[in-house]
């Protein structure tokens, strides 16, 4: 039964691939030296499953635009973001299945020089075990009480929330003056990430961060 699934997700990437090359959709390959690679030049290996599964969930995923923007296949701005974003990904999964049969990329670098803001513990602890050398600050909410009150926090309760949200702020302030980042990025989860984002874009010049790209 597991063999009969695993052999209709590869067909099913497999048609993916083919309707995308019929709709003149394309992703550029590219190895560390900026050339095409061939098959002819692999090497005896394993074949890593999770990856490889990982690139065949997302075509499927990317599979539903071919259906639902059928028969133009023609995408919005978002539409294409979202498209473009599984594809990217499902690549980035590939070339880690073919590095296993002597094939080299350049992976995705995190900059240990940067300071990175979350907004809850939980994402702080997948941050710091991905990578234990960057600096992570958390705030555990908000760095201003307007936000607080945009998120629905009860007007009674933000009288008691002043003090918490102060100590964030500082907190944050404090680890740009030890650590002086050439960048400060807020890692994005949600809409409230979204909200601190834009506090922490007006208060350190912070840019945007989507949680999967630093976490895959």
């Known amino acids: 039964m597991r063999t009969e699934y695993s052999k209709y997700l590869i067909r099913k990437g497999i048609y993916t691939i083919s309707q995308l090359r019929k709709s003149k959709i394309k992703v550029e390959k ?9 098959y002819r030049d692999a090497k005896p290996g394993k074949i890593d499953v999770s990856e490889f599964k990982k690139a065949v969930y997302l075509l499927i995923e ?3 635009f071919l259906y639902k923007k059928a028969p133009k296949h023609e995408l919005n701005e978002e539409e294409a973001k979202d498209f473009c974003k599984l594809i990217i990904k499902c690549q980035e999964h590939l070339n880690r299945v073919l590095s296993n049969f002597g094939f080299e990329f350049e992976e995705k670098e995190i900059n240990e020089n940067a300071l990175y803001i979350v907004s809850n513990k939980k994402l702080f ?8 050398n960057l600096k992570v600050v958390c705030t555990e909410g908000m760095l201003d009480i307007e936000d607080m009150k945009a998120i629905g926090v009860p007007e009674k309760a933000l009288e008691g929330l002043k003090k918490k949200v102060e100590i964030a702020r500082k907190n944050v302030e404090r680890f740009i003056e030890k650590y002086k980042p050439e960048k400060i990025f807020v890692v994005v ?10 506090r922490a874009k007006n208060l350190y010049n912070a840019e945007k ?6 976490l895959d």
């Open 209 to 214: 961060l989507d949680a999967d790209e630093i």
């Open 30 to 38: 590219y190895d560390k030296c900026n050339k095409k690679i061939s």
């Open 125 to 132: 602890k997948k941050l710091k075990n991905k990578n234990p």
């Open 189 to 198: 989860e949600d809409d409230k990430d979204e909200l601190l984002y834009l």
């Open 62 to 64: 990317a599979d539903d």
